[in-house]
């Protein structure tokens, strides 16, 4: 729908440009996310839909702190080849665009940043959440910074600092992006409006060497956003809500083995638990982490039906919390699950762990209340006298029997059952109860 939007909104300038002299149009679109599949594909259809409409110039106001080297790629490589300028504006004041973000900044046709922002720190990490060993890791940086010198070469901006980026993971601010020799970026502008006045009039140089002066003088500009789909998944897209998502399945499922049947806490949580597993696809996630989070939940489990004075609990709180902590293995605090976040949720599934198996193990050690089981160990009272080799007549249960028995039972005597053949119950003289008056009797020729 997004995507057929986007087409149509392209078709309407296109028209109305053939109606008359209109205002150049500048597509704007806000970029606040990690840089994963989503915000990719975001991208990445706002230069084809400025490409299609023939806008003067596309400008993404950038603020990540980083994200996956698969997707960062994808959008630089859209970008080189777009037909409209595309201009990376790292703002408000405050912000940053680290890591993936920095690549995407210096490959920019126009840099800008505003005051107070910086960018850097673009050192590669495993995107499986695992160590990388020294070799390992030398090559990906090493692949990394490559990449980011023949972006910052065919920009005319600074090798040497992209290169300390990667390999250093160095930051820079705005003034020592601005001032450096050459520069990686192109100005500082305060806002949109400040930027698309430096803009103006400006020659940019394409990534293929071609020239193009951009004539922004009553700019139309057209804001661009992300269509609801997008926003859900992008949404989603954190480590907390990840993290939310696993722990939500992993109870959805656990209620719904223990209670066959009750349909919504195993849909529930096999649609919490897929959407986590898609998070994880864009996430460095560590899967020692995910392991320690699946037996941490065991032990719970465990810990009602094994006799442990609280060790299992304890083992599988503190197993919840150090899987929720090295579930995402990352630098960068945004790319980590909150403390915050961790300490709750654990404990509120422990408890809601323990008190569901308390229950289960309840519901089965209850004795049967129906059906021959019922009847079992059930008091009654001897209507008739009943003798071994001689059966005679019971009252339990509310109602009356025939009954042996393998000593001599007096009528009115209290009796237990103790056995079920057929419609016969096998009974005993039960000296725990005392006498009491008869209370059904038989009618007669019963």
């Known amino acids: 729908m997004a995507t057929i939007a986007w087409t149509l909104l392209a078709l309407a300038a296109s028209v109305s440009g053939l109606a008359g002299e209109q205002p150049p149009v500048v597509y704007v679109a806000e970029v606040e996310a990690l840089i994963h599949p989503v915000s990719a594909e975001f991208m990445v259809q706002t230069m084809e839909i400025a490409d299609g409409a023939g806008a003067a110039a596309v400008v993404f106001v950038l603020r990540t702190p980083g994200g996956l ?38 490959a920019a046709d126009v840099a800008v940043m505003a005051p107070g922002t910086n960018i850097g720190a673009a050192h590669p990490v495993s995107g499986g959440g695992e160590k990388l060993d020294e070799t390992v890791s030398k090559k990906a940086a090493e692949d990394t910074a490559a990449y980011a010198r023949n972006l910052a070469s065919g920009r005319k901006r600074n090798v040497t600092l992209a290169d300390e980026a990667v390999k250093e993971s160095r930051a820079f601010t705005d003034a020592e992006a601005l001032e450096a020799e050459p520069p990686l970026i192109d100005f500082v502008a305060v806002d949109l409006d400040e930027l698309l006045r430096k803009l103006d009039g400006r020659t940019v140089t394409r990534f293929g060497g071609e020239t193009v002066t951009l004539n922004l003088e009553g700019a139309q500009v ?11 998944l992008s949404a989603i897209a954190h480590p907390n809500i990840a993290y939310l998502l696993l722990s939500l399945g992993m109870l959805g499922l656990t209620i719904e083995l223990w209670n066959p049947g009750s349909i919504l806490p195993g ?18 996630v560590n899967y020692v982490g995910l392991l320690l989070l699946f037996f941490g939940l065991v032990l719970l489990i465990l810990e009602v039906k094994v006799t442990s004075y609280g060790l299992l609990s304890a083992g599988g709180i503190l197993s919840l919390v150090l899987g929720a902590l090295i579930l995402v ?42 059906g021959t089981a019922g009847m079992i160990d059930e008091h009654g009272r001897a209507l008739t006298s009943i003798a071994p080799g001689r059966p005679g007549r019971v009252s339990a249960h509310g109602e009356i029997w025939n009954a042996v028995a393998s000593e001599s039972i007096a009528a009115g005597d209290p009796i237990r059952v103790t056995a079920v053949e057929g419609l016969t119950l096998a009974v005993r003289r039960d000296p725990d109860r005392s006498a009491a008056p008869e209370t059904v009797s038989l009618s007669e020729g019963s």
């Open 69 to 106: 080297l698969d997707s960062t790629r994808t959008i630089i490589s859209r970008m080189l080849a777009a037909k409209t300028p595309v201009v990376v504006f790292v703002a408000p004041a405050g912000q940053r665009a680290a890591s993936a973000g920095f690549l995407i900044t210096i």
């Open 329 to 370: 293995d990352s630098p960068l605090p945004e790319l980590r699950v909150s403390l915050g976040v961790i300490i709750p949720v654990a404990l509120s599934i422990a408890l809601i762990t323990i008190f569901l198996v308390r229950l289960a193990v309840a519901s089965q050690l209850r004795r049967s209340a129906t």
């Open 222 to 232: 057209i804001p661009v956003e992300m269509s609801w789909r997008q926003r859900v």
């Open 267 to 284: 849909v529930a949580g096999g649609i919490c638990l897929l959407l986590a597993f898609f998070v994880f696809q864009i996430l460095p």
